[in-house]
């Protein structure tokens, strides 16, 4: 990789993610290898090649482009999907009640839950969720040997996210629907239409952002539950505990690894001086690890309080989906301690190699459900 200081402490993490005219997104937005950044640039002008996504701007850019779908996140929104929410996680553990004791609970239960909730708010046919699980996982798969399509780093996988959401664009502009899709399609800045990259780059990261972190999130923390009876059994003693266990479960995934900003002028940081135009590198799996921010951090604790995590990032550019997604674990959370007694791991966990976002590829469990499940 070129040059980066690595923050590691949650206090310079949030100090970073709260000055965004001191550090910016847009030059450089994750670690990608030399020789992959210097090809993508070649080909493409820039590091981000044929993508411009919420993430990579900075600014009034970022605010005008965030606000266009901020309301949709809003829980006055969501609260109409609460009801779905519920019945599907209660469809996904009656599946789990169906497959007999024991299954790979990421590839059962913590990949589909929240894939078929983010295309049904986007208003994509459900036929269409294994293809973009598939793009998903290439997508941000791509140091992965058994994920990766090429050696393109995604950017080949973005030009066919593009040809697939272009379809689904002419349809919404031709007639809108009820859905998210609708609003990115016909979104306008300052009287003009959204440029079509940056219709198909936003489209590309609620479809692909809105499941993956989230599924990754279930798989660890049910991980973690299998692996922490004496926990899981505290939450089966006090539902109420379903939030607080949400969040731990939030710290604990950081399905976000980090991202990078950029000095604009020579800076400080920890003391550290740092040169105008130096990259910085917010370790958010760190910074939840911090034993500066929280006891005992390497302890998993569903009754954990405080939990002032950075596992949603912090400052302009936190999760616009953070709402949903805590309502969806939350959700499926609950299911799990009314319906499940015992959980158990079954076999080693198999993770995801990326150095970005990801989680768990195979989780196998062994479980008992509850009398009359």
């Not at 995604?154 to 007639?175: K, N, P, T």
């Not at 999130?217 to 004496?230: D, E, F, K, R």
Request: aromatic share 8%.
């Amino acid at each position: 990789y070129r040059p980066f200081w690595a923050v590691l402490r949650q206090a310079e993490i949030k100090t970073v993610e709260r000055d965004n005219k001191t550090w910016i997104a847009e030059p450089r937005q994750t670690l990608i290898p030399r020789d992959i950044e210097d090809a993508i640039i070649a080909q493409w002008g820039k590091r981000t090649g044929p993508v411009r996504t919420l993430l990579d701007m900075d600014g009034t850019d970022h605010r005008d482009h965030r606000n266009l779908t901020q309301s949709w996140f809003h829980s006055r929104f969501l609260e109409s999907l609460r009801e779905r929410m519920g019945v599907l996680a209660s469809e996904y553990v009656d599946k789990l009640a169906s497959l007999g004791g024991e299954c790979d609970f990421v590839e059962e239960i913590a990949v589909p839950y929240p894939l078929i909730m983010i295309t049904t708010i986007l208003g994509l046919p459900d036929s269409d969720a294994p293809f973009v699980l598939r793009l998903t996982q290439e997508l941000f798969g791509a140091q992965d040997p058994e994920r990766q399509r090429s050696g393109q780093y995604g950017q080949d996988v973005a030009m066919e996210f593009f040809g697939y959401l272009s379809g689904i664009v002419a349809q919404r502009r031709q007639a809108p629907q009820e859905d998210l899709m609708s609003v990115v399609a016909n979104a306008t800045l300052h009287g003009e239409p959204l440029p079509d990259i940056d219709t198909l780059s936003y489209g590309m990261l609620l479809a692909a952002a809105g499941h993956d972190t989230t599924s990754s999130s279930v798989g660890i923390g049910m991980m973690q539950l299998a692996s922490n009876p004496a926990e899981f059994a505290k939450l089966k003693a006090d539902p109420s505990l379903i939030p607080s266990a949400a969040q731990e479960i939030f710290r604990w995934a950081t399905p976000v690894r980090h991202f990078l900003r950029t000095a604009t002028v020579d800076t400080e940081l920890g003391g550290q001086a740092i040169k105008a135009g130096e990259s910085v590198c917010l370790m958010y799996l760190s910074g939840n690890r911090d034993d500066d921010a929280f006891d005992d951090p390497d302890v998993f604790r569903v009754d954990r309080s405080p939990n002032r995590h950075v596992a949603f990032g912090y400052g302009a550019h936190h999760c616009l989906g953070r709402i949903l997604a805590e309502m969806e674990v939350e959700a499926l959370l609950a299911e799990i301690v009314a319906r499940v007694d015992s959980i158990e791991l079954a076999g080693p966990p198999s993770w995801v190699k990326t150095n970005h976002t990801g989680g768990l590829k195979h989780l196998q469990i062994r479980y008992r459900m509850a009398a009359g499940n």
